[in-house]
């Protein structure tokens, strides 16, 4: 076994993930940067906090968001459509699924802009070739590395960026966060990180595998710097970690596990511009209905708490989530009780200056594409909003090309 592999496998077993290149020690490029814009007569970044949440697997959309209205809906899934009486209205003929109530209630507050029939051209049905092209925003495979990352890369100061100006938490680096340039930690859990920095000999001992530096560009010499900048942000994290407790209460589930932490880094870590948190088990292709129900009422409950939180801490504008999966399921079920890979689907913007409604095409049974809802939406006109209506960067650097943006931002 490699020495190489054997750092990665150290810190792979302490449940931290880093990867990419950013030599400490960690500059405030938010404030350096800000400065430089003051210079030239430009506007400073907006302190504004983007929270990422990736339903990996292909989320139902159309049992998420239920076309009630259409017979076409009940004919394709006789027995896992949603009863029109079960249906949390959101006007239009459209409801949401009924264990999704804490999200019906933000939605009702104007918080929740659902944004229907989004995909991109040539859809693909392949998981990894779907997500791919969603992290990397380029369809066509022209830029190779994530949004998140480049959004990273253009906020670099002479080679620097603080190190949890964006973080991720999730088992597995999703390419989204891999810049070219830019190195952003990704964590299985907040815990991992208390208890490794909490133990003085073990983090000793992660900096002292490194061993001598190897040469400068080499693959040894990346993964150091790569594992010396990940225990740098734990450190930087740890200390921020106590200044602050949920005062919410959170499930003890996926997505309640996950929103309270992201609460944590919000409220405790002021420099964080992007938290990118992914969760599983929405390939649903048998025996959907149990599964896809605990999932959405997860999901539900879990922004809402976290919208609760940020908004009793004074953090709510400047807060927004966004939701999405790589695509869609078919619109008729399957022999098993589940649903296969589709296309379009919806996706959610969460927040207090969120503009909240439905946007977009409703679901048109008439005009399908092979089985499935055409998509209507560039998933890259959501990004392009994100990126300049609410981080304030120009969306055509990150994305390589200019895109429509849609008014859901106040």
Not at 46 to 55: A, F, M, N, R, Y
Not at 216 to 236: C, K, P, V, W, Y
Not at 372 to 387: C, E, I, K, N, P
């Amino acid at each position: 076994m490699s020495t190489d592999f054997s750092r990665r496998d150290v810190l792979r077993t302490s449940g931290v993930l880093a990867v990419g290149l950013m030599a400490p020690p960690w500059l405030s490029a938010v404030a350096k940067a800000d400065v430089v814009r003051a210079a030239k007569g430009e506007k400073a970044d907006p302190d504004t906090v983007l929270v990422v949440i990736q339903l990996s697997g292909g989320n139902d959309g159309l049992n998420t968001v239920v076309p009630y209205n259409l017979e076409k809906y009940y004919e394709a899934r006789k027995t896992i459509g949603i009863p029109k009486d079960k249906v949390l209205d959101l006007g239009s003929g459209l409801g949401f699924h009924p264990a999704m109530s804490g999200l019906h209630g933000l939605f009702k507050q104007g918080k929740v802009a659902v944004i229907q029939g989004v995909g991109y051209p040539n859809p693909n049905r392949s998981h990894f070739k779907s997500m791919d092209i969603w992290q990397s925003a380029s369809p066509d495979g022209k830029l190779k590395s994530g949004w998140i990352g480049r959004y990273m890369d253009d906020r670099m100061d002479h080679g620097k960026v603080d190190p949890l100006a964006a973080v991720g938490l999730s088992t597995e680096k999703p390419r989204a966060l891999v810049g070219t340039h830019a190195s952003i930690p990704c964590f299985a859990g907040l815990t991992d990180v208390q208890q490794m920095v909490g133990d003085a000999d073990m983090e000793k001992m992660l900096r002292q595998i490194q061993g001598m530096d190897a040469a400068e560009g080499s693959a040894t010499r990346i993964i150091q710097q790569a594992n010396t900048s990940a225990l740098d942000a734990m450190s930087a994290l740890k200390a921020k970690l106590g200044g602050f407790t949920p005062k919410q209460t959170y499930n003890n589930d996926v997505f309640g596990r996950g929103f309270k932490q992201i609460a944590q880094l919000v409220c405790a870590s002021p420099q964080t511009r992007v938290v990118y948190f992914s969760a599983g088990g929405f390939d649903t292709h048998a025996k959907q209905a149990e599964q896809h129900e605990k999932l959405l009422k997860s999901l539900s409950d879990g922004v809402t708490a976290f919208q609760q939180e940020v908004e009793a801490a004074g953090r709510a504008d400047k807060v927004m989530v966004l939701v999405f999966s790589e695509f869609g399921r078919r619109t008729y079920e399957n022999g098993s009780g589940g649903t296969d890979h589709g296309q379009a689907a919806p996706m959610f913007l969460i927040g207090s200056r969120v503009k909240g409604g439905l946007y977009g095409a409703s679901p048109d049974f008439a005009a399908l594409q092979d089985g499935d809802l055409r998509w209507q939406v560039d998933f890259r006109s959501v990004y392009a909003s994100a990126l300049e209506d609410w981080m304030g960067n120009d969306s055509k650097v990150i994305l390589g090309e200019s895109f429509n943006r849609l008014p859901v931002i106040k």
